[in-house]
């Protein structure tokens, strides 16, 4: 989850919400890549998720990060809740899952070394404290009463309203990890046709990433369960969004379509003020019932941006938000996936060409498809595995096409972090695949092994 954001004056004119978005766009030599991945901690004696207080707790990580590795501690009243260093940031998802959101970097050598470090530096305290962490979609054993509540007003607060607008917020919430990557765009061209192929082809990086078929304890019959968590969040601001595929969508669309979302909250002298349900369109008017006469700051703005959860998300870049938490290996293929289908515009015309002519109802099927099937899936004579094949390679080329060298020039370009999904591929196996396979076989039904084998 996002932390709060600042910096943003009086919203005095309604053009200042799309123009918010507009000052996103940068020249092709400015554009930057962020990677965002959320681990589960558990204790490893008793597998049991880790605590907020203790000595062997989420606060006992972020604190030995802090002291040992030269990280700055994020507050809340008197809880610390995050870490910030060289444009990077370390976050709390409402569970205890442990977030890095990445600096912008160039390459993806750049932020694939930065992930290692802070997997390093994890690895590091956690050991010290009999702690570890895992990469998964979603918690395979723990309840919802196992997995603590951070000490958040935002969570507090989205808590209490999630059980009211769907059926699986508070399992979002709780017991997902998802891994991400944020893309720039050079204009309001560029940004459409990037976040058309972002939503039209996010159903391939579910299957690829599918890593999340057991949920409290039991094959859940999905290969995404993280997937099937987010669609049954809240219609009013997940899904496929299917106006961006109208000849209008633009950044006026997308502030439209935000400002149409019910609020969570406003953010206001360190504390969350309940706005559970309130229209951000009375904020502009000075009619917001839980501020009377104010009237919103673009931080307020930026604050609301962050509480739609589509398949991909605009801001003043664009999210991926397809993929299930994975393996170390795994985590640095999902930026070169969405890189190199969006960073050069041979391949994103390509990738667009595949897509263009499915309509809201395949993209929706594909998605559902995807979440239950993975590679398997089928859907209107469109096979998965087929379409990820292509994918992948378009992707490939347009990393080969970057030509963004690594290890001092010695690696040529960016493509071999792609090579997890290429065995993906060849193989037909995705993670939760893998997963189901060691569970009926060397496992034996034992769900609890998946910890010791996956470890961090």
């Known amino acids: 989850m996002s932390i709060p954001q600042s910096g943003g004056g009086p919203i005095t004119d309604h053009s200042q919400l799309a123009g918010y978005l507009a000052d996103g766009c940068k020249p092709k030599e400015d554009w930057r890549i962020g990677t965002e991945h959320e681990k589960f901690g558990f204790c490893q004696d008793s597998l049991l998720p880790l605590p907020y207080e203790g000595d062997r707790s989420i606060k006992a990580i972020l604190n030995g990060l802090r002291d040992e590795f030269g990280w700055t501690a994020v507050n809340e009243g008197e809880h610390i809740v ?3 260093k060289d444009g990077a940031n370390v976050s709390l998802e409402p569970g205890g899952q442990l977030e890095l959101s990445g600096a912008p970097l160039e390459t993806i050598h750049e932020t694939c070394d930065e992930v290692n470090t802070h997997l390093v530096e994890v690895q590091t305290v956690a050991d010290r404290i009999g702690a570890k962490f895992i990469g998964l979609g979603a918690a395979p054993e723990w309840t919802h009463e196992q997995m603590p509540l951070m000490p958040k007003g935002r969570y507090k607060l989205m808590d209490a309203y999630m059980g009211t607008v769907g059926t699986h917020g508070t399992q979002m919430m709780r017991r997902t990890c998802t891994v991400q990557v944020n893309l720039d765009f050079s204009s309001e061209a560029d940004m459409v046709k990037k976040m058309r192929v972002a939503v039209a082809l996010q159903p391939v990086a579910t299957s690829l990433f599918a890593n999340s078929p057991f949920f409290e304890g039991k094959i859940n ?3 995404s369960w993280r997937s099937r968590v987010w669609r049954g969040l809240d219609n009013a601001r997940t899904g496929m969004i299917p106006f961006i ?12 379509w935000v400002l149409d979302v019910p609020m969570y909250f406003v953010y206001r002298d360190g504390k969350y003020v309940d706005a559970l349900g309130q229209s951000f369109r009375d904020f502009l008017k000075g009619e ?3 501020l009377p006469g104010e009237t919103p700051t673009l931080s307020d703005w930026a604050d ?7 398949e991909a998300r605009v801001k003043k870049f664009i999210e991926m938000r397809g993929a299930d938490g994975g393996p170390w290996r795994r985590l640095c293929a999902l930026p070169a996936f969405w890189v190199g289908l969006t960073y050069d515009q041979t391949a994103l015309d390509a990738a667009w060409d595949l897509a263009k002519g499915w309509d809201a109802e395949t993209r929706q099927a594909l998605l559902v498809a995807s979440s239950e099937q993975g590679l398997q899936a089928e859907v209107g004579g469109i096979k998965m595995h087929d379409l990820a094949r292509e994918v992948i390679d378009i992707a490939d080329q347009g990393l080969k096409n970057r030509a963004k060298p690594g290890a001092g020039g010695l690696v040529p370009d960016e493509t071999h972090f792609l090579n997890a999904l290429k065995d993906s591929i060849a193989s037909g196996e ?9 569970y009926n076989t060397d496992w034996d039904g034992d769900i609890s092994k998946i910890y010791d084998a996956y470890k961090y």
């Open 430 to 438: 995705t993670p939760a695949d893998e997963l189901l396979r060691r």
């Open 245 to 256: 595929f109208d000849e209008s969508f633009g950044f006026e669309a997308w502030a439209e």
């Open 221 to 223: 019959g999905h290969k």
């Open 82 to 84: 995050g870490l910030v």
């Open 288 to 290: 917001l019932p839980a």
């Open 304 to 310: 609301h941006l962050t509480t739609v959860f589509p």
